[in-house]
Every structure is written in C-alpha cells, then in structure tokens.
C-alpha cells in the first residue's frame, strides 16, 4: 500500500518557468509534510515543509499548497532555473516523539532547460 | 555543523557475502534511522532508533539484516549474505527532539553481483 503517491514522475520545464509537482496522501494522522531535494550522488536535502493548519507556505522561489479535504499538496517553482535540476521527493509523517516516521513519493525528476 | 556522515561511499561486493555500513549522526541526535533507496524510488525505513533503543525495525529484513547503535551515538548496518536485490543505496539520517527535521548522509551505494 502506497501511503503517499507522488506525480508527474519526469518533468521538463524551460528556464524561468513554473514548476509544479502533486502529492497525495492516505493516512489522515499524517500532519507534517515536507518537500525533500536530491541532486546525484547526494542524500536528501530537506527543501521546504508545511503543517496543516496552513494552506500555503511560501520560502523564495518555493511555495507548497496544500488541500486538507482533498489530502492532496504540491510544490510550484517558480522562475525555475538550471540549478534546480534534481528528484524531488514529497514525504508525510506524523509529529511528535516515536510517530516521526516519513514516509516518501517516489519521486519526480525536474529538468530544467537553460 | 558537521553532517551525517556515512561511509564507504561505495560498496561492491559478490552475493552471499557480508557487507556492513557505518553512520555517524550529527552531534547531539538522538533519533537516527536507515532507508533504503532503489533506484528511481523514494526512500524506504529500515529501522529507527531513539538513542541506542531500535523503537521500529518493522520494516527490517530480520533474516539477513542487523543493525546497531552502540552508546547511542554511531550505527551500523550490517547484511549477511547479501543478495542481488539488496543493490541499492544505504541512507542514514538523524535528528534532534521535537519536531526538527530530518538530516540525510550521502548513503552509502550498494552493488551486489
């Protein structure tokens, strides 16, 4: 059973463009729901996170939203750049203490073209 | 601040042989865990421990995988006999108390042949 399901899978997108990648979870306990960034070679890198007591979380170029009736959220980026090429993989977790446990997408590898 | 620090980067090694990785968390965390990343998919939990306590290992292959985490500090992975489908990168990852995230090593890449 897949917990967090997580598309597209591949995007290309064009310099300067937006960036948007879907996430969807099960479990309704789940309350933390980060964003995480994997460049080759490297270990994920925590991007940006949201709870669900707020629809939108925005840190520069990187915004989450997120439909708490739909139990859906997603990561736009915007004027999407060269440097953000990467897997990027949404996760849900429940918080405090021994529930910590993320569970993660599989992954969306983002292509930007210069 | 010194990451999570994982090592070796590489590991090759014949099936059915035994293979070990080490992880040393970032200072002062408590909560350390093992994913397992095959290839073109999110990372999957292996085992998590809260200090040297394994509090969920659900997710370990009992038979063939162990891990420890000796004075709550440092772990290690260890499987044996690896197979062909334990090819796959090793993460280890931790983080303090409360609600900080989480912070991966690099892994560790895994070829059985």
């Known amino acids: 059973q897949q917990q967090v399901k997580q598309s597209p899978q591949s995007l290309i997108v064009q310099k300067g463009g937006i960036s948007i990648i879907n996430c969807a979870y099960e479990?309704?306990?789940?309350?933390?729901f980060p964003w995480y960034q994997q460049f080759p070679g490297k270990g994920p890198a925590l991007l940006i996170a949201i709870r669900p007591d707020v629809s939108e979380k925005k840190e520069g170029r990187f915004t989450i939203s997120f439909n708490k009736s739909a139990k859906q959220f997603s990561l736009h980026i915007m004027d999407s750049q060269p440097g953000d090429s990467a897997t990027y993989f949404c996760?849900?977790?429940?918080?405090?203490?021994?529930?910590?446990?993320?569970?993660f997408g599989k992954g969306t590898l983002l292509t930007v073209n210069p | 601040e010194a990451g999570v620090v994982q090592s070796p980067r590489y590991k090759i090694i014949e099936k059915k042989q035994p293979v070990a990785f080490w992880c040393n968390p970032i200072?002062?965390?408590?909560?350390l865990y093992w994913y397992r990343q095959n290839l073109g998919q999110g990372p999957e939990l292996l085992i998590r421990?809260?200090?040297?306590?394994?509090?969920?290992d659900s997710q370990l292959p009992k038979d063939r995988f162990s891990a420890e985490r000796l004075k709550g500090v440092d772990s290690t992975l260890k499987i044996q006999p690896a197979e062909l489908g334990d090819s796959a990168v090793y993460l280890c990852?931790?983080?303090?108390?409360?609600?900080?995230?989480?912070?991966f090593g690099n892994g560790t890449r895994l070829t059985v042949t």
């Open positions: 990852a931790s983080r303090s108390i409360g609600n900080s995230p989480l912070h």
């Open positions: 479990n309704t306990a789940f309350d933390y």
């Open positions: 421990y809260e200090n040297e306590e394994a509090v969920d």
């Open positions: 996760a849900a977790s429940k918080s405090g203490g021994s529930n910590y446990k993320l569970t």
């Open positions: 200072s002062g965390h408590n909560t």
